[in-house]
């Protein structure tokens, strides 16, 4: 329930408020000793975040400045055939959603010698074993792996080890209209589509990084959770990207309305417990499209990509953390508390 008094109001009347909160500055007062533990326990949250959750600003520096020489040796240290018009930060370090100590720096490379996605499919595997082979000779990055549409590379920044994906594509989005494009995607095999994943990635930072900083700050303790509850992804098993994280919490968020300002253990609480009960969620958003192609009985649908349930694509293992998510939601943090649109 929101507020019924603010809490100017309860400063001006506190023989009718008598609980204090020790900390709040300005001070905050409670009707009632339960309210009073219910404020403590969420600023113990907020205070926990800060600390151990939200990166620092020499955190954020030098991994950007790591980030950076590694795009100055793509730059200028590339063949002319690799070499990129320009390189863009994705993942959450160019959303702004990085965790403490781990953050994904996904680097869009796009080719200066191609000007479509045509020309990108008959010659990507080729260009991903020549870009291989050049950043391996980058003095303070390793080669992890290749996929089909990236190069992993791994490196270590402020005691942290970080990873990226080096991943080629063609600004597509500078030569043509999103309706064109979507339009070409929706002539091609599904296969095909997922390379315009990269081309994409501008509309998803747009996308993610708009929102207000305290949503960020709920990604981050999201992000947080999943890190700390789970071991990361092997074999089969592949856990929740950060950008199906990303998005449930902005579609919880926008259920709420949106508030600029909220409650983060109420948050919290509501974004759990969707995740808790997955197979509810159906969310897709109209800033780039006004059409749905996915028929899936759950989806969160790629506000970058029509075509992308990114419920599908970015977890296969929903059962088990939907359970684990049910578990956490037991714990003394959310005593209390139940699902409600109302976070402020």
């Known amino acids: 329930m929101p507020r019924q008094y603010s809490f100017k109001y309860r400063r001006r009347n506190p023989d009718q408020f008598p609980y204090v909160c020790d900390t709040c500055v300005p001070q905050r007062r409670f009707l009632l000793p339960r309210d009073k533990k219910c404020h403590d326990e969420t600023e113990e949250l907020n205070l926990f975040v800060r600390k151990e959750i939200e990166p620092d600003k020499t955190y954020n520096k030098k991994c950007?400045?790591?980030?950076?020489?590694?795009?100055?040796?793509?730059?200028?240290s590339f063949p002319k055939k690799l070499r990129p018009s320009e390189i863009r930060k994705c993942g959450s370090l160019g959303k702004g959603t990085a965790v403490k100590g781990k953050s994904d720096a996904d680097l869009v490379v796009f080719l200066a010698k191609l000007s479509t996605m045509s020309d990108f499919l008959k010659h990507s595997e080729d260009i991903l074993n020549q870009m291989k082979v050049y950043l391996k000779k980058h003095p303070k990055c390793h080669v992890v792996d290749t996929t089909l549409h990236a190069v992993q590379v791994?490196?270590?920044?402020?005691?942290?080890?970080?990873?990226?994906?080096?991943?080629?594509?063609?600004?597509?989005?500078?030569?043509?209209?999103?309706?064109?494009?979507?339009?070409?995607?929706?002539?091609?095999?599904?296969?095909?589509r997922k390379y315009y994943s990269a081309a994409l990635a501008p509309l998803q930072i747009e996308f993610v990084s708009g929102v207000p900083t305290k949503v960020k700050t709920l990604i981050r303790l999201l992000k947080y959770w999943r890190k700390t509850e789970f071991q990361e992804s092997s074999g089969k098993q592949k856990l929740p990207s950060s950008y199906i994280l990303e998005l449930i919490v902005i579609g919880k968020w926008g259920d709420a309305g949106k508030p600029e300002n909220f409650n983060l253990c109420i948050g919290f609480y509501n974004v759990l417990n969707?995740?808790?009960?997955?197979?509810?969620?159906?969310?897709?958003?109209t800033v780039n499209y006004n059409f749905n192609y996915i028929s899936d009985p759950y989806y969160v649908v790629d506000p970058a990509n029509p075509f992308n349930n990114v419920m599908e694509t970015a977890c296969n293992c929903w059962n088990m953390v939907a359970e684990k998510a049910k578990q956490f939601l037991e714990s003394p943090?959310?005593?209390?508390?139940?699902?409600?649109?109302?976070?402020v």
């Open 64 to 76: 950007n400045a790591m980030v950076d020489q590694l795009c100055k040796f793509m730059l200028n």
């Open 154 to 192: 791994s490196f270590s920044c402020h005691g942290h080890d970080h990873s990226a994906d080096i991943l080629p594509s063609v600004d597509i989005l500078a030569k043509n209209t999103k309706q064109y494009i979507y339009a070409e995607m929706e002539s091609l095999h599904k296969d095909s």
């Open 274 to 285: 969707a995740i808790a009960h997955y197979e509810r969620l159906k969310y897709a958003w």
């Open 333 to 343: 943090l959310f005593r209390g508390l139940s699902e409600s649109n109302e976070w």
